[in-house]
Each structure stands twice: as C-alpha cells, then as structure tokens.
C-alpha cells in the first residue's frame, strides 16, 4: 500500500489550505456573529474547482476523484466546519447524483452550474417526522398528467432559502412502500408552491444556512423526475453514501483544526513554571486526540480511495464516517478542556469547534444509524454497495 499523496494532491491540499486561510479565517468570526452565508464565495471555491470531483469533464469536471474532494473538504473543515459544507450540496450531493441517474438533458442544465458554484444546491429529505427512517416522509407527488404536483414539508434542509435547484424526494405511490419514492430536481425560486424559510435556532453551523420547505401544490415538470418514478429510495440511498464522505472528511478538519489549537495553546499556557504541554495529563489527552485523528484520517482516504476505484464503499464510508464523526467530537471536548475557563469563551475558537463538532454525529446518518448499517454488514444481513 502506498500511502503518500502524489504531488498534484499535495497542490490540491495546499490550494484548499490557503483559501482557508486567506478568504475564510479573515472574517469568520465576524460573519458567524451575523450568522452569515457568503454567496460569492461559493462562487470562488467553484472557480478553484472544489466541486468538480469525480464528474465527467464535459460537466465541469476536473479530473479529480473523491481522494482529492476529502482532501480538499478536511483542509475547509479546520478553520470552519460551516465552509465544508457547500461540497455536499454542489458536488458530493446533487452534482454526482444528476451525473449517475440523470437524462443527458437534466446533466447539462443543472450539474455545470452546481460545479461552477453559481447555482446553490440542496438535497430535501428530512422532515419534522423524518429522519433516520426515510421511507416515513409525508411529502408527496400527484400526477396532473403534464407535471407532478409536491404537498408537503421539509425540514434541517441546507441552503434551503438560498437555493437554486436541488433533489427533493416525494412519495409518488405510498402503497409501494419505499419503493414509491420518487426523486424529482426542483427549483423552488421558480417553481410556484413553494415557500422557503431559514432555521436559525442552531447551536452550531452558524454560516452555513439551514431552512425549511413547504410545498403548497408546486407544480414540477415531468422532465423533471430523476431516474424512474419509484426510484426515489435506492437513488437516496446511493446519494447518501457519497455525502456521507463529505462529512467525514469535514469531521477530519473539524478534529484537525481543534488539535491544532490545542497543542499551540499547550505550548503558550504555563501552570506550576511550565508549559501545560508538558504535564502529563494534558500529553494523555493530546496523544488520544492524535491516534483518534489519524486513525480516522486513514479510514476516510481509504473510503474515498475505494470510490475512486469504482468499488462497493458503503460500508467503509460508514466505518469512516462514525469513527471521524466521534473524533471530532471527542478533539473538540479535550480541546475545551485544555483552553480551560478560555475554551468557554466565544473570545477562543475552541468553543466554536466544540458547537460545529456536534452536527456530524447527526448529519448523512446518525452514529446509531452508522452502527446499524456496520453491524448489518459485518454480520452478513445486507451486502456492501456502492
């Protein structure tokens, strides 16, 4: 096994490291203040080719995969786990979705502007009811003959109130069970029927917009069913398993980023005539954050690897996604702990990191749900997909 980075990814890390740096840490505190959402810097990270990963060149694609997109999204999620966001809803989510079950019509309307960053996506399918159990969505779809016609909700829905065009998913045939979910692209600016508004009660996440949908008779074209009518389950299903990556590559930054604070404030605080760092129990909890991260780290390239490769992933995606989802969590809390009385101020990062940490036991899948599909597959119940 080979388990260095080649030097066009080592430029693709950097790239991504610098933008952090120089356009986001800038502000961020002032824009999290304001819980403010950056549209043009969507567009920047579009035209840097963030979200070009693993997509067709004459789409938009850059000729990178999913190894490059987790290296890019860690090096995002050190300095804001808000900012890793926007490589689910433009790339990892709707892009790559409408690339693999789209017709060649809804591919070249919707997928170069998703990569370009100036189209905002989303992907809808959580609802005030639903959330591990998908197939319990009330959402549904009429056929009026010419065009479906959506009624409903959706809930904790990402750039909901700014977005473009994005996947919701609807019963069309209830009595099918999860087999009469259908996936449809909508464009809720558009589309009449749909009323969006933004969720700001949030602990974390604070520049990366949530809202919610309500579909009041939204009229979408039948051209716009993606994949077939019924498909909506197994074509969620084989999204999630791509954003589900996007998440553990950010928990990797979000785990980063908050060692990185706490081994230079180790080095900077003295207690008893020393550094703290070298007190012994601060090094216990420094090594535990070390081996946890790196553990991880190795964990969400090999998934990512394995997608590259065109290989069924999903279950190391979510052996990926549990493991760096909690060492993210775990960083974040030692973090606080070692900043002391200062890890509870909003003066010092560590407190943001511990807030933003605990949306990725949630998002693509909860920890329990990670369990679950672990467990299924290691005992043999269901089989490993792509």
Known sequence: MNFELTEDQRLIQDTARRFAAEDIAPTLEEEEEKHEFRTDRVARMGALGFFSCALPEELGGSGMGFVESALMTEQIGKISASWRVPFNMQNLGPALTVTKFGTEAQKKKYVPGWVAGTQLGFFAMTEANTGSDVASMKTHAIDRGDHWEVHGTKMWISQAHFGDAGLLYAYTDRAQGNKGITAFIIEPKKMGGCTARAIETKLGLKCAPTGEFAFEGMKVPKENVLGKPGEGFRICMWQLNQTRLGCAAGALGVAGGALDIAIKYANERTQFGKPISQHQMIQAQIADMVVEHQAAQMLVYRAAWLKDQG????????????????????????????????????????????????????????????????????????????
């Open 311 to 386: 290989k069924p992933s999903q279950y190391e995606t979510s052996v990926a996604k549990l493991m760096a989802s909690e060492a993210a969590v775990h960083a974040a809390n030692e973090c606080m702990k070692i900043f002391g009385s200062f890890g509870f101020s909003t003066e010092f990062p560590a407190e943001r990191f511990y807030r933003d940490a605990k949306s990725l036991q949630v998002v693509e899948g909860t920890s329990n749900i990670q369990k679950i599909i672990i467990s299924g597959m290691a005992c043999g119940y269901t089989p490993n997909r792509e």
